[in-house]
């Protein structure tokens, strides 16, 4: 089993930005123009097209100009709106999770690992609750990987158990703990309701509940509607958002996970 690592001593602290002011750009530079789309639940006609100029007005697009309107069965019409506003952003208040590590080679990965762990590193993926959608788990674990990168299964020195989609979550902390996990990968896509927020919760309490601190593998969820910034309030070690690699996950257990003394 494993614990978090501490930051190494002497560690420079992130770079601090110099900030710009920006503009949306449309035809030109700093025009301010933005396309936006949405539905309502009105059937297609004047007035529904009216409705949706309106409410582009209060969310602070002026002019603002109705460019596609298409009916989405009898009750709702979907829109895109095109119109300009006057908003500006400074880059320097922008935040972000920046990544805290370096990204290593997949020789790399296997070589820091037999060093650090003298064994291999064990990690255990599921999708859970309802959610079927594998493809981003699997894009991750499986062999064949993603963006032109080989999944964890292809590195020597990790050990997969890649449970698949609808996995309760008391089902998912059996097998991590049976299995010695050093971190629990989960992906969560359906995100009616904030299921997503909701499954990642349980999961997370069921392992607080399950193991203490020091035994508690790494939790680690993705998905595209997650907050990177969310992470210590839904409980987790770290949260990945969409277009994630491979290699960023596995450099991640890497630099984060050590064997326990």
Request: proline fraction near 7%.
């Amino acid at each position: 089993m494993t614990q978090l690592s501490d930051p190494p001593p002497g560690a420079a602290a992130p770079p601090s930005r110099e900030g710009r002011l920006v503009r949306p750009y449309g035809d030109t530079t700093g025009d301010g123009m933005v396309q936006v789309s949405f539905t309502l639940p009105l059937p297609h006609d004047k007035v529904a097209e009216g409705a949706a100029e309106q409410l582009a007005h209060k969310m602070g697009m002026d002019p603002a100009m109705v460019v596609h309107a298409k009916p989405m069965g009898p009750d709702f019409t979907f829109f895109v709106v095109y119109g300009k506003v006057r908003h500006l952003v400074d880059t320097a208040a922008v935040e972000v999770v920046e990544r805290d590590y370096p990204l290593l080679g997949s020789k790399e990965i296997d070589l820091a690992i037999r060093e650090r762990l003298r064994r291999r590193l064990v990690v255990v993926g599921a999708c859970i609750g309802t959610d079927a959608h594998t493809v981003g788990i699997d894009a991750i674990l499986n062999i064949k990987g993603f963006a032109g990168e080989k999944g964890l299964e292809y590195h020597r020195e990790i050990k997969v158990v890649n449970l698949g989609a609808q996995v309760a979550v008391p089902r998912l902390v059996e097998v991590a703990l049976a299995e010695r996990a050093d971190a629990v990968l989960v992906s969560q896509v359906v995100t009616q309701r904030d299921a997503h927020l909701l499954n990642t919760r349980e999961m997370s309490a069921a392992f607080r509940e399950a193991c203490a601190p020091e035994r508690r593998p790494l939790l680690v969820v993705g998905g595209p509607r997650f907050d990177e910034r969310m992470a210590g309030e839904l409980g987790v070690d770290r949260i990945f958002a969409r277009g994630t690699t491979p290699a960023e996950v596995a450099s991640y257990l890497v630099h984060h996970v050590r064997s326990a003394a």
